[in-house]
């Protein structure tokens, strides 16, 4: 009875508590017994969480979307804004584990909306989330296409082929169950970061000179043709706007980051586990992204023809341009054979992140299902636990791939780019708000500062910086549908402003259409729920130290080499 009465208490921790169940639980809470449903099996072990976290930050905005910033905005452009926006992601970071380290409910940033602000932005936020993750995948197929379209061109074999065999690989790994589903994604997310770092060294040497053609190009094209490119306009103004276009990709690049936030807030050891994560967050950021950004600039010139994203539709060299800039740079350092191995490589990046995005995106409707705040059909599971209709739905959604059919997939690929990242842009603007709202509650019951097991570095402040700059970023991200260019004039591109801004509008009707239905209210700071589950997840940790400790004394050597060479990966 204890139980039902939480969850009519809190009705909206459930929805979270499920979207737990896309894999990152470990801990063995138990769901929803529903003699209607089969449940979920809770089949995915820590090293899985922990990869497909890591690996769902490193995909198609990195390796991609940075071809289409470089041919727009330049390499001094693209540093200054992948690092910016690094930093603004590393804020809201922050902000998510202050909350999740005090707190770490599986309910993740869902349940704090709940708690702290109002259920209304705690049902909006799962929706939003799903939207996301629903646009993500078809997004990853067309990236896919562009990614082949290097060795076959679209004009010879079209991109809906391609298009389908990814759907229905994708589909059947997550048809045959999540054991089967955590093993591939970690097998493809540690190939990931080993690719990573390898492009990282190789761009670093041939930047030297260390390539075939032994030339040293250092900052060369920083100089010729340019660290700044121009957009709409000629001079400062035109740099300045090619520079700020460049923040959709940049955010486009990071979104996926705040699944290792909800990782963590699960985390047996929270108290000790949360500020470290965080802190390799800010270091993943630098070494993966920020170095990456400033490699590839070095390495491509933005008006190289080889650059997928620099062609007009006019002055396409069909079959021989690549999506990836990467790619591009090996070929410019006149290496045989790597190019094909590193651009098989990205494909597989590519897969990989269709893959888990339409397996969160399963998870995240059944969970909205077992707490009624969708269709209860998507709550359904068969025997071995998969959630059917919640992948149907899913995979139907994802048939938007086939856009590319009638579309340039270079096209196809910015629209989709646009809606996901207003959907990532409100995520982020959701936890930074429960963030402030989390710490105002805790004012006003008296909490000290001390009793935090982490505090964010900027505290409150750079939650409201961090606010600020996402809700700008929403509203001017595609500023470029209100710039006519002279050739162009009259014509308004109508379907890069709705794809660019169609989440605005959905988000507060989402809000305001639930406070409406349900007559639910905003939470008084005074009356927060900050404690419900504390005693229980203090007293689990306290069991896991000394486990841990007992563990720790028969396998000192094996620790040790785990936290020196292995740990900074996760």
Not at 70 to 78: Q, V
Not at 220 to 231: H, L, S, V
Not at 238 to 243: D, N, T, V, Y
């Amino acid at each position: 009875m204890e139980k039902s009465t939480k969850a009519e208490e809190y009705p909206d921790h459930t929805v979270a508590r499920e979207f737990s169940e896309d894999g990152k639980i470990e801990q063995g809470q138990s769901g929803l017994n529903d003699p209607n449903h089969v449940e979920l099996h809770r089949a995915l072990k820590a090293r899985h969480i922990t990869m497909i976290a890591i690996g769902g930050a490193i995909g198609t905005g990195l390796i991609i979307g940075t071809g289409e910033a470089l041919a727009k905005a330049g390499p001094g452009a693209i540093l200054i804004s992948y690092a910016w926006v690094g930093f603004i992601v590393f804020l809201v970071m922050c902000a998510l584990g202050e909350m999740a380290a005090w707190l770490p409910l599986p309910s993740g940033f869902t349940g704090y909306a709940v708690r702290f602000v109002d259920p209304a932005l705690g049902f909006t936020l799962g929706w939003t989330y799903w939207f996301k993750y629903i646009i993500l995948s078809p997004n990853q197929m067309t990236a896919g296409a562009l990614v082949i379209s290097y060795w076959i061109p679209p004009e010879k074999v079209n991109a809906g082929v391609w298009i389908t065999i990814f759907l229905v690989i994708v589909v059947a790994i997550n048809y045959f169950g999540v054991r089967f589903f955590g093993e591939f994604e970690f097998w493809l997310s540690s190939f990931k970061v080993i690719v990573i770092l390898g492009i990282i060294l190789m761009s670093f040497i041939l930047m030297l000179g260390g390539g075939p053609d032994h030339d040293r190009k250092g900052f060369r094209y920083w100089k010729n043709p340019g660290a700044f490119n121009t957009y709409k306009m000629e001079g400062a103004p035109g740099r300045f706007l090619a520079f700020w276009s460049t923040m959709v990709s940049a955010t486009f690049a990071y979104l996926g980051t705040e699944l290792v936030g909800v990782t963590v807030g699960e985390a047996q050891n929270p108290r000790k586990t949360i500020p470290r994560a965080i802190k390799l967050t800010f270091y993943r950021i630098l070494v993966f992204y920020v170095t990456s950004v400033l490699l590839v600039g070095t390495l491509v010139p933005y008006n190289s023809p080889k650059l997928l994203f620099a062609l007009s539709d006019d002055n396409k060299k069909k079959g021989s341009a690549a999506a990836s800039p990467f790619v591009v740079a090996i070929e410019l350092a006149a290496i045989p054979i790597l190019p094909h191995i590193l651009n098989a490589c990205i494909l597989l990046f590519v897969f990989s992140a269709a893959n888990s995005d339409l397996y969160i995106a399963t998870r995240t409707i059944y969970g909205l299902a077992r707490e009624g705040k969708a269709p209860k059909i998507f709550a359904r599971t068969d025997r071995r636990g998969v959630p059917v209709p919640a992948l149907a739905i899913s995979s139907i959604i994802a048939l938007l791939g086939y856009m590319n059919v009638s579309s340039d997939s270079k096209t196809v690929f910015k629209y989709f780019v646009n809606l996901v990242t207003i959907f990532g842009l409100l995520t982020w603007i959701s936890i930074l708000v429960t963030h402030i709202y989390f710490v105002r509650a805790r004012k006003a019951q008296g909490i000290p500062e001390e009793s935090l097991a982490y505090k964010a570095p900027l505290g409150v402040a750079g939650s409201y910086f961090a606010l600020g700059f996402c809700i700008l970023i929403a509203f001017t991200k595609n500023f470029d549908v209100f710039i006519h260019n002279p050739k162009t004039y009259g014509n308004f591109d109508y379907k890069n402003f709705i794809t660019a801004y169609l989440g605005i509008p959905l988000y507060l009707i989402m809000i305001f259409g639930y406070k409406f239905a349900t007559g639910s209210k905003g939470v008084d700071p005074m009356t927060a729920d900050l404690f419900t589950g504390k005693d229980e997840i203090d007293r689990e940790e306290a069991l896991y130290l000394a486990r841990k400790e007992v563990e720790a004394e028969k396998h000192n050597n094996a620790s040790w080499f785990y936290r020196t060479f292995v740990s900074w990966l996760f």
